[in-house]
């Protein structure tokens, strides 16, 4: 085989160019870096690597409550959005509107410092979070419409003819659909979700980026320490994508 | 079988049906005929208690349709096979027989079988339906609404998203099931079939049953209307 032909044969494959296309970014990286007039110097970081880990951590656990608080009450303004009942509606309407107008910080601050105090609520972290899930639910709320959507009046038709209860239905014939449709776009939201825990510094929450801010005002290292920080958002939210394309293949119709 | 309608009236945005009456005794295979947009779809769908008429009632020997024991009784055959995306053929019957039937899984898979290999596709029942063609789907649709064992089994153009070839198939595989001492009542553009396969014809025009009778009114109309239809079919 000639060069050509084995060039030909390296470009096809998918692999390879995903390869190539990593080793540009790297290239770019190593680039920039190299550029720098003051070389970066990461050891001076060792001496924090559990706070690093513990904001990795608290970041995690964080967006994992978040990602629950908004799939139910995602679901719940969801149901509420599709009943006849024309208020409910109406209620689901508005606060998707709100909420579409809101910035994330500002719906964070408003819940910790505003609605919060005026339920006696004194909990930042708490009321931060709330903000958080009250941010995201109408976004799940979309996915549930249109997962729901792909199932037909005739197949609900067929399920009342042939006498399935609500509960089989959701078992059997429903979730097993909308599950699929579900998957991709609630992993898309929950990338949403962990970049937004960064916002939660405000409130004090000890997640990655609050502690990135403590490191650098101890360090004066804040290059290094927001490379560090970047690369951890990477590190969940990679993978995660991964996951969510294998999902995709997997349980594709 | 007895049918009887009362008096029934639907109403959509429109009137599709208009204060309809009929009383049938001892008929097995009833077609309705007539335009689309006549009340034809509509009136199987109420017979099926699907929806609920804005007057007047239906009863199917001498039950009404919107008893409960009345769903036990009928089959349905949608005009696309509507069989549940992800579940496979041989699924798409036993889940029904197992959940709603309360019948064992042997039983629920056993039976599901049988009527598949009834239609003729024994080789298809582990496929998706979006595996198989329309034709075979649509069959699979007919084994599902056999195998609740209905005593009326109702089909809603259950041919007119196939092409000409998987029609004749899946027409004659409906005439092949004359002999289990079924009932029918379908909705279809193919008159051969009606011809073929009924025994009472209703011809349905602007949501009133104008003739009715047995399938030589097709030949010797009495309406205009039914003159004019069979003019423009074959």
């Known amino acids: ?46 001496p924090y690597r559990a706070s690093f880990i513990s904001g990795f951590y608290n970041t995690i656990i964080v967006s994992v409550i978040a990602l629950i608080g908004s799939v139910v009450l995602g679901f719940i303004l969801f149901i509420l959005s599709t009943t006849k009942i024309l ?64 199932i037909s009046d005739d197949q609900y038709m067929a399920m009342d003819l042939f006498g399935f209860s609500s509960y089989q239905r959701y078992r059997y014939l429903i979730i097993p659909q909308v599950i699929r449709g579900l998957m991709p776009p609630l992993m898309n939201n929950f990338s949403l979700i962990i970049k937004g825990s960064a916002l939660l510094n405000v409130v004090s929450y000890r997640e990655l980026f609050y502690r990135a801010e403590g490191i650098t005002s101890e360090t004066f290292a804040f290059v290094e320490v927001y490379l560090v920080m970047w690369g951890m958002y990477l590190l969940i939210t990679i993978p995660l994508s991964q996951l969510t394309r294998y999902i995709e293949r997997r349980w594709a119709i | 079988m007895k049918l009887a309608i009362q008096n029934l009236s639907h109403t959509y945005d429109i009137e599709v049906l208009k204060n309809v009456q009929l009383e049938l005794d001892d008929y097995n295979a009833i077609g309705i005929i007539g335009v689309s947009g006549s009340g034809k779809s509509t009136l199987l769908r109420l017979m099926a208690g699907l929806e609920k008429p804005s007057s007047g009632d239906i009863f199917i020997n001498e039950q009404s349709v919107h008893s409960s024991s009345h769903r036990d009784n009928i089959g349905f055959v949608f005009q696309h096979h509507n069989l549940f995306p992800h579940l496979t053929l041989e699924r798409n019957i036993s889940l029904i027989l197992e959940k709603t039937r309360h019948k064992s899984k042997e039983v629920a898979s056993a039976t599901a079988r049988k009527n598949l290999e009834l239609l003729h596709l024994h080789d298809q029942m582990h496929k998706l339906p979006k595996h198989v063609s329309g034709g075979q789907a649509q069959r699979a649709s007919i084994a599902r609404a056999l195998s609740v064992d209905p005593e009326v089994i109702l089909l809603d153009e259950p041919t007119s998203s196939l092409d000409p070839i998987l029609t004749h198939d899946v027409l004659s595989a409906i005439e092949n099931l004359r002999g289990l001492g079924k009932n029918f009542i379908f909705v279809t553009h193919v008159m051969s079939f009606v011809r073929d396969f009924a025994d009472y014809v209703i011809f349905m025009h602007e949501g ?27």
């Open chain 1, 1 to 46: 085989m000639s060069d050509m032909d084995l060039s030909i044969l390296f470009m096809k494959t998918k692999q390879a160019n995903y390869l190539l296309a990593s080793l540009v970014f790297i290239a770019f990286g190593w680039f920039v870096i190299a550029q720098q007039r003051t070389p970066l110097d990461l050891s001076i970081l060792l």
């Open chain 2, 208 to 234: 009133e049953i104008v003739e009715h009778g047995s399938p030589t009114i097709l030949d010797k109309p009495q309406s205009n209307e039914l003159a004019d239809f069979m003019s423009k079919v074959r």
């Open chain 1, 87 to 150: 208020f409910f509606r109406a209620f689901t309407d508005i606060l998707t509107e709100i909420v579409y107008g809101t910035p994330l910080l500002v719906m964070i601050i408003v819940m910790a410092f505003v609605i919060g105090p005026a339920f006696n609520t004194f909990n930042r972290n708490v009321m931060g979070v709330t903000g958080l899930i009250v941010y995201i639910a109408p976004y799940m709320t979309n996915i549930f419409k249109s997962a729901f959507s792909s």
